[in-house]
């Protein structure tokens, strides 16, 4: 298919997720779209045709990408629960500005973890990378 398509697809499955949790709220389904979004759009961009070096990937180094994925997911789902206590029970804020709150508090609490992981990945496909130049 053409890289275009899978662009599209992907911005519509995205604006439907942000719209859908406008409305909604969380659902299950998330676990479903946010992945198949991600993968439309690694597609799009060409870098799902780069994952031919995974099959190189040691199991030592699959592990170290499983342990800091725990790691990541504990610390933003820790950072997520304070930040929960801080705006609920300390502060006691309601209304818009309590979803605006909790909002700035999930997008700040995934960002350090987005970078700590994905140093993690740049790590072993550098290593990757650095081997087979050897």
Same mark, same amino acid.
């Given at each position: 298919m053409n890289k275009k398509i899978f662009?599209?697809?992907?911005?519509?499955?995205?604006?439907?997720?942000g719209v859908s949790w406008i409305a909604?709220? +969380?659902?299950d389904w998330y676990l479903l779209l946010v992945p198949l979004t991600y993968m439309c759009? /690694?597609?799009s961009d060409?870098? !799902?045709?780069?994952m031919k070096n995974i099959k190189k990937i040691k199991v030592s180094q699959i592990v170290f990408i499983l342990l800091a994925f725990i790691v990541a997911v504990g610390i933003v789902f820790g950072l997520i629960q304070l930040?929960? +206590?801080?705006?609920?029970?300390?502060?006691?804020?309601?209304g818009w500005v309590?979803?605006? /709150?909790?909002?700035?508090?999930? !997008?700040?609490?995934?960002?350090?973890?987005q970078?700590?992981?994905?140093?993690v990945i740049y790590k072993v496909f550098g290593d990757m990378n650095?081997?087979?130049?050897?």
């Open positions: 662009n599209t697809i992907g911005w519509i499955l995205l604006l439907g997720i909604f709220g +969380y659902t759009f /690694s597609i060409g870098s !799902i045709s780069k930040a929960n +206590y801080l705006i609920n029970d300390r502060l006691g804020l309601t309590k979803t605006l /709150s909790q909002f700035i508090a999930i !997008i700040f609490s995934l960002i350090p973890i970078f700590a992981f994905g140093s650095s081997t087979k130049a050897q």
